[in-house]
Structures are given as C-alpha cells and as structure tokens.
C-alpha cells in the first residue's frame, strides 16, 4: 500500500492515469473513495492523486489540535511525494479550505486551484441557516449510525432527496467503507472553525475556479462569490440541481466545468 511519510504518521494515496498530476482533496469526515464520479474521468487526461487526509481510514494522525493549515501541510507533502512538482489541486468542503491554505503556503506546487462548496472562513463566511446546522450537527455529533445517515441530508439539495435516494445510499456505504472516528470528526470540525483566508485571498496566485451548487444549503452560494471576488483574476461556476456533495449530485456538470478549466492552464 502507498504511503507518504509524515512526522510520526503517515498518509495512504492512490494514482489514477497518467498526464500533469491533479490532486483533489476530500473533506469533512469523507475519505479518497468518495471522488468516484471524477477519477475514472479525470484519469483520462490527468495523472490523478487522491488521498486520506490525516485520521481517516490507514492515514495515521498526529495528536489533536489540528488546524486547516496542518492538512495543507500534509496536502504539501503528498505533492512533492507523489506528483514531484506541481499539480491541479481540487478540493471539496473542508478540502475547499486545504486548498486555499495550499496555494497560499505553497504557490509554487499549485499550477491550478478548484475550491468547491467551500468558504473563507472567519467573519465573512455566509452562513447556513440554523435548520441546516442542526441537522448538520446529527452528522458531526451523531453517536449512532442513524443520527449520522439523518444528518447527511444537509450534503444533499432536495432534489436529490426527493427523486435520487440512490445517490444518498452510494455516499453512506462508501463513508461505512471507511468510518471516521467521532475525535476525528470533531478534530477537523475545530480546525474549520478556526478557519480564515478572507485578508489573504487576493495573495492567491494560481489560476482559480470556484465551483458551488446553487442549493447547497451548508455552504451558500455567496460564500464562492467572496472567493471569486477576493481571488485575483477568479472564474465562478454555480452547478444548477446541486447542493454541497455538488461532485456526485451533477458529477456530469461539475467534471466538464473542471476539465473546461484545467485545458486552459499551462502545464
């Protein structure tokens, strides 16, 4: 099994492909498996790395506290490990987060950036409503399988709810494939509470994307519009039909805008 070597931990990665590396970074709680609409595309056309962030699954972990900062970190070093240079880097959620931090930290391994259904922390963010943090926090805080399963509906927009139950049951068996412990979970929900790139954005300066499901009611639409306005030179993609797992509710859409993307970036 691949692992990156990490200071007293260590971090599982898989390639798909061959071509200019992508790396795409999951997020909260999720695991590597959970990129199943992008890597058989992706991997057409690019060198593909997907990865477990620190605690989830065999990726080992340094004691908590962790900040977004320290998974950007890890992101890093999966970089210079495994693509040797540069990469595309997408991320999702949390992995939206570790991304910014990525490009911010490291502008030289960043050739591209796609934050998705992400924000810039702090302050500024555009916040969900308190409906949606409370079936959110069934997911965080849930002791059993079934508070968990309830609040996974907040990943969802209603039309998914409504007519594709099918896409719910694929995302929880893969999440049961690899199940993030509780201190995990909250770990990393510290970390994104601590969370703030909003002063530094216009320091990015990797090509950007910022992709974001028009009902995602986590992540509101208006948090990719801080990103797009903040990040110099930043295109905005809104997927229609799609909340915050917009990567498997319209996987078709989301795949084409980044592969739209990534073909006008230099290698």
């Avoid at 340094?62 to 490990?81: C, K, T, Y």
């Avoid at 049951?169 to 412990?181: D, G, I």
């Avoid at 990103?227 to 917009?246: F, K, M």
Wanted: hydrophobic letters at 45%; proline letters at 7%.
């Amino acid at each position: 099994m691949p692992f990156v070597e990490r200071d007293g931990y260590r971090l599982y990665y898989e390639t798909h492909g061959q071509g200019f590396p992508l790396v795409l970074i999951r997020g909260l709680g999720s695991n590597l498996e959970h990129w199943y609409e992008q890597v058989p595309v992706f991997s057409r056309d690019y060198r593909v790395i997907v990865f477990n962030n620190r605690g989830i699954g065999t990726s080992g972990a340094p004691a908590l506290p962790w900040s977004i900062r320290d998974m950007a970190e890890d992101a890093a070093a999966v970089i210079q490990a495994v693509a040797g240079a540069r990469a595309h880097v997408m991320g999702i959620s949390m992995g939206g987060m570790i991304a910014q931090e990525l490009a911010l930290g490291w502008p030289e391994l960043v050739a591209s950036l796609v934050p998705t259904a992400t924000h810039c922390g702090g302050a500024h963010k555009v916040l969900p409503t308190a409906e949606t943090m409370e079936l959110f926090d069934k997911l965080v805080y849930g002791k059993t399988f079934q508070e968990q399963l309830e609040g996974r509906k907040a990943l969802f927009s209603q039309t998914t709810l409504d007519e594709h139950p099918d896409i719910l049951e694929h995302y929880a068996q893969v999440a049961a494939a690899y199940a993030c412990p509780p201190e995990v979970m909250q770990g990393q929900w510290q970390a994104i509470a601590n969370f703030d790139t909003y002063e530094r954005l216009p320091n990015i300066t990797a090509p950007t994307l910022v992709l974001a499901g028009a009902d995602d009611r986590l992540v509101p639409q208006g948090n990719a519009e801080i990103l797009a306005q903040r990040i110099p030179g930043a295109q905005l993609a809104v997927i229609p039909q799609a909340g915050h797992q917009l990567v498997i509710e319209q996987p078709q859409a989301v795949n084409a805008a980044v592969l739209k993307f990534l073909a006008t970036v230099p290698a």
